[in-house]
């Protein structure tokens, strides 16, 4: 058992907003290495298995709301946390994966050849009709704002989706989104932060749930 689940196990203080960040469970485009943005795949019977075991993991966890993207592979990972804490997944189109426009569905190795072809940093690349990830910054940022609001003491479990949490992390930390690209979660994964009043402080990121 960490230290950082012992501290998720006991309520924040009371001036404390503590965030609990979760990607979705595979899905069919996650297992095929294909870009996912806005499209709605289900979670594949493997994802499904994944948030069972992270619903179960977290069963014991100090969870005051389970807030959701409106999409339906994090919606399904937040029932399976929420059943557990007798919570209403509260689902919001704030959290949102990136818009990838006409990319969306295509092989991740191609996305990857065009950024290297271009020279061009990933925050320069709007996919065409699709968002710039300042863009999902700023739907980053309205998200931090709204969880905040009333949150003291608080709890609160976000289930959302790689480029999104990267540009909450991105919001939080101030940094700028191309450096935020360092970050990493894996499907079924949790990370954890809280803001005291100050300033933010990382507690965990990419962990998963003990089997």
């Not at 295509?106 to 996919?127: C, D, N, Q, T």
């Not at 940022?141 to 949150?151: C, D, F, K, P, W």
């Not at 939080?172 to 690209?181: F, G, I, R, Y």
């Amino acid at each position: 058992m960490s230290l950082t689940d012992n501290r998720l196990r006991t309520a924040p203080d009371q001036h404390t907003v503590r965030l609990i960040l979760v990607r979705h469970g595979q899905t069919r485009a996650n297992e095929h290495f294909l870009i996912q943005g806005a499209s709605d795949g289900p979670l594949t019977p493997e994802g499904k298995a994944q948030v069972e075991k992270l619903g179960a993991g977290l069963a014991d966890f100090y969870i005051s709301r389970v807030v959701s993207s409106d999409l339906q592979r994090a919606r399904h990972t937040a029932e399976a946390i929420a059943k557990h804490h007798h919570l209403t997944v509260e689902a919001t189109p704030l959290a949102r994966e990136w818009n990838c426009g006409e990319w969306d569905g295509r092989p991740a190795s191609e996305f990857l050849a065009l950024i290297k072809e271009s020279g061009l940093p990933v925050s320069a690349l709007r996919p065409p009709g699709g968002e710039l990830l300042s863009e999902v910054r700023q739907r980053a940022g309205e998200l931090i704002r709204n969880l905040m609001s009333g949150g003291a003491g608080k709890t609160i479990v976000i289930c959302a989706h790689g480029d999104i949490m990267r540009m909450m992390l991105s919001y939080t930390l101030e940094m700028d989104e191309d450096q935020a690209q360092v970050f990493r979660f894996d499907n079924a994964s949790y990370s954890m932060m809280e803001y005291d009043g100050q300033q933010w402080r990382v507690y965990a990121i990419n962990r998963m749930a003990a089997p």
